[in-house]
């Protein structure tokens, strides 16, 4: 209870720091603000200095961080600058897009690098294990537009390549809606499982190898256990161990979409977000969607901290 | 012939990438019901992989070769499906360091009650049930079954890999240094329940051990190994009243006596020969003070001398003081 208490208080401090990293960041980035939002060419100064009266610029820096800390807490993230809307609407609409997309293609990944990882520690040194490792790191070493763009390639005319549905399609039923859901995601979907399996792959076999070397292993051998036993129960759910730690950070980090993919594939999802919010100076949605991705990496690493407590017995009486 | 277990020429060659190295070089034995049979040496002397040979649970880089009969049945070139029903029922063994040989992550109990399920096929709550009474024999509380191997004492947990390795009732039991990392107190008990559940369970014991003294304490007969070759086999008594060979002679030297005024301790200058490949003759050679010219040349074999006492040395008549 004390140790999640200590960690609890971690994470708080771990914000503070996040926001005011967060706020002179920006601030210290080249540009005026106001200027920034009017871009027009022959801006009268008084026209700045309303534009600065009415964001607030006007006031002293430590004045806006007390401001900008008060409206983050109250759940407002300001207004974006190419799209007139609150940020926070706009994050959690393009997040729902991205996480259709996203979380099934992880936890696909997921399984498959994990299923693949224990097959190539089994077989490791023969000639399976061999090819499993040539292809996972071969698709992870790929660039990801360019294999999206291969992907639209060779598979485009059977798949759609652009979007979340075809656009201004009327849609019968739920069913109707989502299979076209289904034909756009499939391709983006694959291209994120090809490259991202990969990883999940390698760690779960090098993990299994660690753990075989362990004496307790040899114990379990000596006990008469086969090894599709000793694995199952020994050693697989051990390695697992570290590795739930990186699955929690992992699935963290998909709020921030996936920049080259939701490009690739134009679909409307955080990542695309990003690539025009970058292209047209949107601070506002780059300060939220990073303050957004900060804090959803403390939670998950509060979250696994847990986690780990309730998998590691070693970890629990402590 | 009424023996357990009868090992003929055992090898065990590890084949390295940048070496090969014969840590067991044709050891013979064998094992008498109810016996404790002691394997003493120096670390590197291939104790361990001789023992672990036998329950083929080396490495794959190792190579074994030569005979073991388990109760009549030969286990070096049995199917590994078929050696994984051996293991744990027939041959068990209690390994150098339980707090590594115990899988962290799950408890006492499982460990315990795994063969159970897996080789007797009990229920789970009867392979539990009876673990709980394994511990109880080996005096541990078995309120202890829901506890992880972190949880228990360095004494606790060897007692519970104890209980672990009698689970299936074996014929043999291989101790590996089970005492080692642990106090004498500790030690003392330990000992003394090793004898008990030999006399309980009818077991058949080999107990390998650096320390002479302490294998003097349990064991019926003590072969000496030195350089992956058994030196000298000689029942315990005899073994301490008349080595015949030099390393025998040496390292009896090396132990401390109580009741002496403080004295320096007798060391053996010199250290073991490099086993990749083993020298040629005898692989003592290098350190004993009485070579001769066939040392040199011809490994000497294990030559009886009287019954049971038996000596590797082409020099052990030549009775001459050390």
Redesign the interface.
């Known amino acids: 209870m004390r140790y999640l208490l200590r960690r609890l208080v971690e994470s708080l401090v771990t914000v503070m720091l996040i926001l005011t990293v967060t706020f002179f960041l920006f601030r210290v980035i080249p540009g005026d603000p106001a200027r920034i939002l009017i871009r027009g060419p022959g801006i009268t100064r008084d026209v700045i200095e309303h534009y600065e009266r009415l964001f607030g610029l006007d006031k002293p820096l430590i004045v806006q961080f007390g401001l900008f800390v008060r409206e983050t807490f109250r759940g407002n993230l300001g207004i974006s600058f190419a799209y007139k809307t609150p940020v926070l609407e706009l994050l959690f609409e393009r997040m729902g897009n991205t996480l259709v997309l996203l979380v099934p293609a992880t936890l696909i990944s997921i399984l498959l690098g994990l299923f693949l990882g224990v097959l190539a520690a089994w077989k490791r040194g023969r000639p399976l294990d061999f090819a499993l490792q040539v292809i996972s790191l071969g698709f992870w070493s790929i660039p990801t537009f360019w294999l999206g763009m291969i992907m639209i390639m060779l598979l485009g005319r059977t798949f759609s390549t652009g979007g979340m549905v075809t656009a201004g399609a009327a849609h019968g039923s739920i069913w109707a809606y989502l299979a076209d859901l289904g034909k756009h995601m499939f391709l983006p979907a694959l291209t994120l499982v090809l490259i991202m399996h990969g990883q999940y792959f390698m760690i779960m076999r090098s993990q299994l190898a660690e753990e075989l070397t362990e004496p307790y292993t040899r114990t379990a051998k000596a006990k008469g256990m086969r090894p599709a036993r000793i694995l199952r129960s020994h050693v697989v759910p051990n390695a697992m161990l570290p590795i739930t730690t990186l699955i929690a950070l992992n699935l963290a980090t998909l709020v921030a979409g996936f920049i080259t993919i939701e490009t690739v594939f134009s679909w409307p999802g955080i990542g695309k977000l990003v690539y025009r919010a970058i292209l047209m100076r949107d601070y506002p949605v780059l300060q939220g969607i990073l303050i957004f991705l900060s804090l959803s990496i403390v939670l998950a690493n509060f979250l696994a901290d847990i986690l780990y407590t309730v998998l590691d017995p070693r970890i629990r009486y402590r | 012939m009424g023996e357990v277990l009868s090992v003929r020429d055992l090898r065990v060659v590890y084949r390295l990438p940048t070496a090969t190295v014969e840590a067991v070089g044709g050891v013979s034995f064998s094992l008498a019901p109810g016996e404790i049979l002691g394997l003493a040496g120096e670390s590197g002397c291939g104790k361990t992989s001789a023992a ?1 040979a036998l ?1 083929r ?1 080396l490495p794959g880089t190792a190579e074994v070769r030569g005979e073991a009969f388990l109760e009549g049945t030969e286990i070096l070139g049995l199917p590994e ?1 078929e050696m ?6 027939r041959i ?2 209690v ?1 150098q ?1 339980a707090q ?8 006492i109990g499982y460990q315990i009650a ?2 159970l399920q ?2 007797l096929g009990y229920s789970r709550r009867r392979a539990l049930q009876e673990a709980g009474t394994l511990l109880e024999r080996v005096r541990i509380d078995p309120k202890r079954l829901r506890d ?1 191997p ?2 228990l004492s360095g004494g606790m947990r060897q007692r519970a890999v104890i209980a ?1 390795a009698l689970a299936c009732r074996p014929a043999v039991l291989i101790a590996d240094e089970p005492t080692t990392a642990l106090d004498v107190m500790v030690q003392a008990q330990i000992i003394e329940l090793l004898k008990e559940l030999r006399d309980e369970y009818g077991l058949s014991l080999i107990y390998i051990s650096h320390d002479l003294m302490l294998l003097s304490e349990i064991c019926t007969r003590i072969a000496v190994m030195y350089a992956g070759l058994i030196a000298e086999v000689a029942p315990t008594g005899e073994l301490f009243r008349k080595p015949l060979h030099p390393y025998t002679r040496k390292l009896l030297g090396a132990v401390t006596k109580l009741g002496f005024r403080a004295q320096r301790l007798e060391t053996i200058p010199g250290s073991p020969p490099r086993l990749s490949p083993p020298p040629p003759g005898c692989r003592f050679a290098s350190r004993c003070h009485r070579t001769t010219e066939a040392c040199g040349r011809e490994v000497p074999g294990l030559e009886p001398v009287e019954e049971g006492h038996a000596v590797a040395c082409w020099n052990w008549r030549d009775d001459g003081a050390p």
Do not use: G
């Open positions: 672990c329950m649970i499906d994984s029903k051996v293991r744990w029922r068990a063994m390994f360091n590594a040989a115990l899988n962290p992550t799950k408890t795994e063969p897996v080789h992880y972190h949880q672990m």
